[in-house]
C-alpha cells in the first residue's frame, strides 16, 4: 500500500498562475481533507470531504477549490495564486468508525508551494 | 466551529525529564482527541489518541489525559530522549466532522 500520495511534491508558480494539486489515497478511506502549515500557525484546515461527491469549507478556503469525483482523490486548486499561498500544503485521509467518530488520520509527504 | 488552542508554542527540556503540552477546545460536543509528532521535514504521524469517554490513556512513555468538563486535554511525556526532538500538534473533532489542529509545539530535548 502506498498510502496517501500527494503530486507534485514541489511546485513554483507565478501570481496569477492556476494549478491543481493531487491527492491519492489507497485505504478507501471516506474521510480526506486538505491542510496548509505555515510557521507558527499550525496545520489550518482548507477543505474537507467526508465522502465521494461532497466537500466543505474548514478555516481558511478563500482562494482555492475542492473536488471529491472519486473516493480515492481529492484534489485542491488554485485558480489565481497569490504570494500569501506560499505554503507546505498536505492531505490527509482517514476511515471513520461504524459510529461515524473520527479515527487516525493518515498524511502524505506534502507539497511545498511557492508564489512569486 | 471548533477552535484549539495549544501551550506552549516552544518547550526545551533537559534529557530525561518530564514534558508537558496542554490544549483546550471549545466545542463541547467534540469527542475525539488525537497527539501527532511532525519530524523536521517529514509528514505527521499519530502517537496517541484519546476519546471522550475515557480520562487517560498510556502508552509507554506517552500519555494522554481529557477533562471535559474544563475542555482541556494534554500530553506527557515522560523519561525525554533527544528523539522526542520534534512538533507536536493536538487536534479535536466531533463525530463526522473535520479534523481541526492546534497551532503546535516545538519540543527540544537537550543531551
Known amino acids: 500500500n502506498a498510502g496517501v500520495t500527494q503530486t507534485p511534491k514541489f511546485r513554483v508558480l507565478k501570481t496569477g498562475q492556476s494549478m491543481t494539486l493531487l491527492c491519492a489515497q489507497d485505504?478507501?478511506?471516506?474521510?480526506m481533507y486538505w491542510y496548509r502549515q505555515d510557521p507558527g500557525m499550525g496545520l489550518r484546515l482548507i477543505h474537507y470531504?467526508?465522502?465521494?461527491?461532497?466537500?466543505a469549507k474548514g478555516e481558511v478556503p478563500d482562494g482555492y477549490n475542492v473536488s471529491r469525483l472519486k473516493k480515492q482523490n481529492f484534489l485542491l486548486g488554485l485558480e489565481s495564486a497569490a504570494p500569501s499561498q506560499t505554503s507546505v500544503y498536505f492531505c490527509?485521509?482517514?476511515?471513520?468508525?461504524?459510529?461515524?467518530?473520527?479515527?487516525?488520520?493518515?498524511f502524505g509527504q506534502g507539497t511545498r508551494l511557492t508564489v512569486v | 466551529g471548533e477552535n484549539v488552542e495549544q501551550h506552549p508554542s516552544t518547550l526545551s527540556v533537559q534529557e530525561g525529564d518530564s514534558a508537558v503540552i496542554k490544549c483546550t477546545y471549545s466545542?463541547?460536543?467534540?469527542?475525539?482527541f488525537p497527539w501527532y509528532k511532525q519530524e523536521l521535514g517529514k509528514r505527521p504521524q499519530l502517537i496517541i489518541d484519546?476519546?471522550?469517554?475515557?480520562g487517560e490513556k498510556k502508552d509507554q512513555r506517552i500519555a494522554v489525559t481529557l477533562n471535559k468538563t474544563a475542555k482541556h486535554f494534554s500530553l506527557h511525556i515522560t523519561e525525554t530522549q533527544p528523539e522526542d526532538s520534534a512538533v507536536y500538534f493536538c487536534?479535536?473533532?466531533?463525530?463526522?466532522?473535520?479534523?481541526?489542529f492546534g497551532a503546535g509545539t516545538i519540543l527540544r530535548v537537550k543531551s
Open positions: 485505504m478507501n478511506h471516506e474521510y
Open positions: 470531504s467526508v465522502g465521494e461527491g461532497t466537500t
Open positions: 487536534a479535536a473533532s466531533r463525530r463526522g466532522n473535520k479534523l481541526v
Open positions: 484519546i476519546r471522550s469517554n475515557v
Open positions: 466545542d463541547s460536543a467534540s469527542n475525539y
Open positions: 490527509a485521509s482517514s476511515r471513520p468508525t461504524g459510529k461515524n467518530e473520527n479515527t487516525e488520520a493518515f
